[in-house]
């Protein structure tokens, strides 16, 4: 299961860094090859996260579990997860929607 995990680091986790300059790459790594993945890779950017990270790990369980080892509220002050699919799986996924429909909710 593909992951991207979007994160941003607490004011005092910014400083830290600042003050003590680090790959915190590592960690991440090791965290993900604990629970049987391996992680793809790991940026820093600019804007409304301060990096990014794309993990495979086996199942969802999995997945759930390295976002909440790494939810530490004395590092990270915000996580976004989101599900990657490939090509081939947006293409059967479309191929699956299509005819497939849901009423509207009656008012």
């Known amino acids: 299961m593909l992951t991207l995990v979007q994160f941003s680091y607490t004011a005092q986790a910014l400083q830290d860094l600042i003050n003590n300059p680090q ?3 590592d960690g991440v790594k090791a965290l993900a090859e604990k629970l049987g993945g391996k992680m793809h890779a790991f940026y820093y ?3 409304e996260y301060d990096g990014f990270a794309i993990f ?3 199942d969802s369980v999995s ?3 390295a976002v909440l080892a790494a939810s530490n509220p004395a590092t990270v002050s915000k996580l976004k997860t989101s ?4 090509m081939d799986e947006a293409v059967q996924a479309m191929k699956k929607a299509k005819g497939l429909t849901i ?3 009656k008012g």
């Open 23 to 25: 790959d915190r790459s």
């Open 45 to 47: 950017t600019y804007g």
């Open 56 to 58: 495979e790990l086996p």
């Open 63 to 65: 997945t759930a579990a």
């Open 83 to 86: 599900v990657i699919i490939t």
């Open 103 to 105: 009423t509207a909710p």
